[in-house]
């Protein structure tokens, strides 16, 4: 544990330097959240978050149900709009932005959640030819048959790197959980993300399967720079795959530094 005293430990002043990530450089930085706050009728489900992320850094967001995970990673693309605070993706602000400008920077971030949101009576190969979608102009190619050549090979090539390129034609529901996800991640790179948000994307898996999918994300951020910030409650998840911990509670972030600065015990004190 290096010496680092328990969360419960800290006095409030001093949570956010115990194990504090260095501030990268203002040009890598593909995620700038300052001063977040949300809130759904009474509650305040963030409180004044701040961090940001290099690039290519894999950062596992932990704790405990309602602390507040999910909406930050939701308020992080809009998709929930945050009551105040600023949000900047891939160098754009987010808050106040115009559909166009918002548009642009969600066809750079990939999308994996739990679910894995397959078309069930689609090919494989079929489902992460939707992908392109993202950032394709003019008519919609829905189906493997009508897209391009050149998109139903580089479709291949994605199922190629997350290992399923012998299953291209199978149909989503002949696939195991950990192939679905697998596939689901194939679709995400379809857009060629610069930055992926996966909300607990094993979390419906078993061990196995979910460490194939973990180390496929790691693989992502290590050979593509791609930035991957993930969602998890599995504490040997976080030790170690990602590059950063950031720990939330009630909508505060408690808990920010390295897997090395942390203990499987100094993690499951954080949950209790």
């Known amino acids: ?41 009474t509650m305040t489900v963030l409180n004044d978050v701040s961090f940001s992320v290099s690039r290519s850094t894999v950062v596992a967001l ?21 009551d105040a605070g600023s949000i900047a993706v891939l160098g754009t602000s987010l808050v106040g932005a115009e559909k166009s400008a918002l548009s642009r920077v969600r066809s750079q971030v990939g999308f994996v959640f739990q679910k894995h949101n397959l078309s069930t009576r689609l090919s494989a190969l079929s489902n992460v030819v939707h992908g392109v979608q993202s950032r394709a102009h003019g008519p919609r190619t829905w189906h493997q048959m009508l897209a ?3 998109v139903r090979e580089e479709a291949m090539k994605m199922l190629d790197f997350v290992g399923l390129a012998h299953r291209a034609s199978s149909r989503a529901d002949q696939l195991s959980g950990g192939q679905s996800q697998r596939v689901a991640i194939a679709r995400a790179l379809m857009q060629r993300p610069r930055m992926i948000f996966a909300d607990e994307p094993v979390a419906s898996l078993d061990p196995m399967a979910g460490q194939e999918v973990m180390e496929l994300l790691v693989r992502l951020a290590r050979t593509r720079n791609v930035t991957v910030v993930f969602t998890t409650h ?21 808990m920010d530094g390295p897997p090395r600065h942390y203990s499987v015990e100094t993690l499951r004190t954080f949950y209790a």
């Open 62 to 82: 932990i704790g405990a149900n309602g602390a507040g995970k999910s909406t930050l990673m939701r308020c992080c693309m809009r998709l929930i709009e945050p």
């Open 234 to 254: 599995n504490i040997r998840h976080a030790l170690d795959y990602a590059d950063r911990i950031i720990g939330l509670r009630a909508g505060t972030i408690v």
């Open 1 to 41: 544990m290096s010496g680092l005293r328990s969360d419960h430990e800290l006095r409030p002043e001093e949570r956010m330097e115990v194990g504090a990530v260095a501030a990268p450089a203002q040009d890598e930085i593909d995620l700038a959240v300052g001063n977040l706050t949300k809130r759904f009728g």
């Open 148 to 150: 391009p050549q050149r």
